[in-house]
């Protein structure tokens, strides 16, 4: 097994949620898409970790804290989604123009 | 990793095909209930890929929060949103959609060609293996103390943070002059909902 490949397996689930993040209309999907953004990096940490620097695994110890960021990001997002839900009533993400001029 | 390399690389294959294919499905599929469930799919595929990269210990609590905590708690939101609407159809959307689709495929070339391109010095020391939970413990109780501890602020600022922002407005005042509220129902604002297409 080579480092090379999860490399590059990490930066195709990268592409392809930025790709989410930016095209999809729904809330929640995008959402969904910053998680995989999080995974992909996270793969990308424990590769470095066991072919880089297999005996300190430092990588493992950051993917565990950008773990615990995700869940606290989730949490949160969902929260502001369900406000904007109640007050907006609906999910559209190109209707979420409060902030806009 | 006592496996044989041949079974490895089959296996990586497998996962690798599975997790992709899955994230397509997350960002592709109209229904949201099936992108959430794909996601699950994803977070296992990723989970079985830290296995085979010796870290059993991420794999279980890969496993344990996005899978038990994070897909649940997206499935609960999708639940608490569930408005069946079709969005209306901007003007020209294919441009963006196409525009995306060449960014993040040069984004994927330039990383690929990065990737290839580096000399990686790779490690010869003894892998952790089986120990990483002790070396993961050693480095947060030493180094890491102070990210430790903080991470443990921030989840406590999360967890306060999103009670406050999703929950509904209470009025004390009007809850106390009404004395006949039904029981089972929160006394409530009256919402006015903000013209969703003012301009």
């Not at chain 1, 993917?63 to 615990?68: D, G, N, R």
């Not at chain 2, 799919?41 to 344990?64: E, K, M, T």
């Not at chain 2, 209306?88 to 441009?95: D, G, L, Q």
Request: proline residues 3%.
């Amino acid at each position: 097994m080579q480092l090379q490949y999860f490399l590059i397996l990490a930066a195709t689930l990268f592409c392809i949620g930025i790709y989410g993040l930016v095209t999809s209309r729904n809330a929640i999907r995008v959402l969904m898409s910053i998680e995989l953004l999080l995974n992909s990096v996270n793969l990308n940490l424990m590769a470095f970790s066991n072919y880089l620097d297999p005996e300190q695994i430092r990588g493992q110890v950051f993917a565990v804290f950008v773990i615990t960021i995700a869940a606290a990001e989730a949490a949160v997002g969902l929260a502001i989604v369900l406000s904007i839900y109640r007050n907006r009533d609906t999910v559209d993400m190109e209707q979420f123009n409060l902030l806009k001029w | 990793m006592n496996l044989a390399e041949g079974v490895q690389i089959v296996s990586f294959a497998i996962l690798a095909a599975m997790t992709i294919a899955a994230a397509l499905g997350v960002v592709l599929f109209n229904n949201i209930v099936y992108s959430a469930f794909l996601l699950g799919g994803v977070f296992i595929g990723i989970s079985g890929l830290y296995v085979l990269l010796n870290a059993g210990f991420v794999a279980a609590a890969q496993v344990l929060i996005y899978v038990g905590a994070v897909n649940v708690l997206i499935l609960f939101g999708i639940m608490l949103v569930n408005k069946r609407q079709s969005f209306a159809p901007i003007k020209n959307a294919w441009v963006s959609q196409v525009a995306t689709a060449l960014v993040c495929l040069g984004l994927f070339a330039l990383l690929s060609t990065m990737i290839l391109a580096t000399p990686w010095v790779l490690s010869d020391a003894p892998i952790a293996g089986d120990n990483a939970v002790v070396v993961i413990g050693l480095h947060f109780f030493s180094d890491y103390l102070l990210p430790f501890e903080v991470a443990s602020v921030l989840l406590l600022m999360a967890l306060i943070g999103a009670i406050v922002l999703a929950r509904r407005e209470y009025l004390p005042e009007e809850a106390l002059s009404q004395d006949q509220t039904p029981a089972l129902t929160l006394p409530e604002r009256p919402r006015e909902l903000v013209a969703s297409s003012k301009k």
